[in-house]
Each structure stands twice: as structure tokens, then as C-alpha cells.
């Protein structure tokens, strides 16, 4: 079996396959540093580049897609923009949407200036959502792409529509201020951005993109009663659509979510795939407790703690694979870490990592743990 076809029976069946072993790496001085810590030169290419990492480590790779860029596909009117400052466009029915922010501007941050801050902006968002279909041909090209990269190497994941997040065009302070102060907009912004997600879906699909996505927040940022309200109907909606097309729906949420797992509303979400269960700091998780309550038919994906993989030592880093293995013992698990691996993180850690996990998958059979 190709790393994608194992990927995808351990999914869909964990006896079909020996279990998975699947790190999440999107920055390209991970691969690059541990290719060459095995005397590996890389080469540039980062899907290329990734697939001969894994090939070595013997892992089942994990790659991501853009998903609201394609939605809003700003681009600089370089005849507006200045050195530091770029003004970025997007032609609608409605007219211009315009956005000013700094060329240098980090995406969903605090400090980041994202374009939807008033009512009008929201109509904006809403008219920009409603012509995705006219870029279908280009959006499909996007997705044809990928897979062509890929091939059977591993799996493709489509990136997260975020509706409650508005695609990443509001900041993250202004989120639950303009849920409240405008209910009824915000919401139309959130069906617009879910019915061009879909329209991207469709097309991801087509084209042999694996896993159709979303996330969200977790209890460091939002409430149960709010997460019911604002991600539930979406994420769930986006589940039922990937579930009547035959796929596969992935779930990522990297925060506080225990509670949200043991009161069973993880469950509830129609995802094949949960990632990451995260533990602390970053969540909230005790990995065993956590995995006794998801649904047994859900494959869980995570969850070995970044920092312990950045400063750790490979001893340390062996013994913690094989404490998450334990704790997963008889369950559907993708072994994995806690989210993206860290910049800066030495290669002969990952390395450590990879090597305990495919030996704690391979020792337990086909449901992840570890027999010792």
C-alpha cells in the first residue's frame, strides 16, 4: 500500500492497516535540517523535499492546503501602495474592497490589520464570497496541483474555512465584539463564507484532495454556549456535505478542549479525524481520559508536546512517544504532535520522534499504544 492508501484505510478501518505515524511539518527548515542530518541533501521543493523525509523515516505524510485565499484573493495595486505599506484589492459586484496594511502584515494576529471592521465590510465579504464560482477553473487548477506533488505519498488536507473566524478577515479581538453588537450581519458574513467554502470543497474534491477540514477555537477563547452557536451548525453542515460525497471530514482544534470532549460535544461534530487533543500548555488535555470519550468511531490525531520535542532530549523525547502510545492503547490514533512542529526544533529530535512512533504503531498492530 502507497503512505496515502495506508493513511486512508487506518482512517476509515485502523484494522486495514498498520497504524499511522504522521507529524504535522509546514515549515521547510524542519524537513530541510533533518534531510541533511541524515545525509540527505534537500532540494528546495517542500512537498518534494517532505516525501523524501518520509521515505526515510518510513512516515505517512500530512500535507495542507490554502482554503479562504482562494476565497479572497486579494492582490497589491502596486500604483496605490507604498514601501511599507501595500493596498491590497478585490474587485466585487459592489465594488472595490480595498484593505491598507503593512507589506510585512502577519495573517490572524493581534496586531494584524484584516479588513472587516464595519457593516459595509461585511457586505463587501458577503459580495466577494458570492463570485468564488467564476474562479472555479483556476481554483480546480489549484487542487490539481497539489495532488500532482503529492501523488501517492501522502495525504492532502484541505486548509480550514474558518466561518466563525470570517476566513481570517476580521482580527481575532474583534470576533465575539461584532457577534454582539451585530448578530444578524455577522451571521449572513458566516453563511456567505460557508456556501463559497463549499463551492471550494467541491472542486478539492474533485481534483483528489483527501480530507475536507475546519477548526476552531477552543476554551481559552470562547465559551461552550458560543462554540454551540458559532461553530457547531458549520462544522457540522461542512461534515454532513463531505459524508454525502463518500469523503472524509478532518477536525483541528490545537486549544482548551476537554471539556468539550468529555461532555461529549466532540463527538457530535461528524469528524473521521480529531487533531490534536492537545495537552498543556497549549491545551488542556490528559490524552487517555480524553480518548476514552471520543466516539470510538473517530480517529484522534496527536499529541506529543512541542516544547518537550524543541528542548527536549531524544531520550526524553522516546519515552514521551511511548507514554501518548500507551495512553491510546485498543483506540484509533494517528500518532503525531501536539500541532505544527516548531521552528528551531534540533533534527535529531524529530528524528528520535519518528523512529519511537513508527516503532510504538508497528509494535501495537493496528490501533496504535504500545504493548509494553
Known sequence: MTPRARFLAYVRDPHASRGVVSPFLPHPTVVASSLAALGLPPEGDAVRDEIRLARALDYEPMFMTECTSLIFNWRIDESRSGTERALRVIETARGEWTRSSPRTDVPWSDQSECPVRTVEDHAMLCAACAQVGQREAEIRDYFRRWRSAVGEEGVIVLGHPHPSWLG?????????????????VYRRSMEALSEASLLVMGAAMAEGIDFMSDSSYGLEMTSPALFAAMD????????????????????????????LILDGTFNTLGADVIETVAPPPEGDNELAESRRALDPRICSKGNLNLRLLRDGTPEEIAAGVRAMAR??????????????????????????????????????????????
Do not use: K, M
Not at 481570517?168 to 444578524?184: A, L, V
Not at 457547531?232 to 471539556?259: E, K, M, Q, S, V
Not at 516548531?342 to 504503531?361: H, K, M, S, Y
Open 168 to 184: 481570517y478577515q476580521i482580527n481575532p479581538s474583534d470576533i465575539f465584539f461584532q457577534w454582539r453588537d451585530w448578530p444578524d
Open 327 to 372: 495512553a491510546v492503547r485498543g483506540s484509533a490514533h494517528i500518532l503525531s504532535t501536539a500541532d505544527a512542529v516548531l521552528e528551531g526544533t534540533p533534527p535529531e529530535n524529530f528524528i528520535a520522534f519518528v523512529r519511537a512512533a513508527r516503532a510504538a504503531a508497528d509494535g501495537a498492530g493496528h490501533h496504535g499504544g504500545d504493548p509494553s
Open 232 to 259: 457547531i451548525p458549520w462544522i457540522r453542515r461542512f461534515a454532513d456535505w463531505t459524508h454525502g460525497r463518500g469523503g472524509l471530514f478532518w477536525y483541528h482544534n490545537c486549544g482548551h478542549t476537554r471539556r
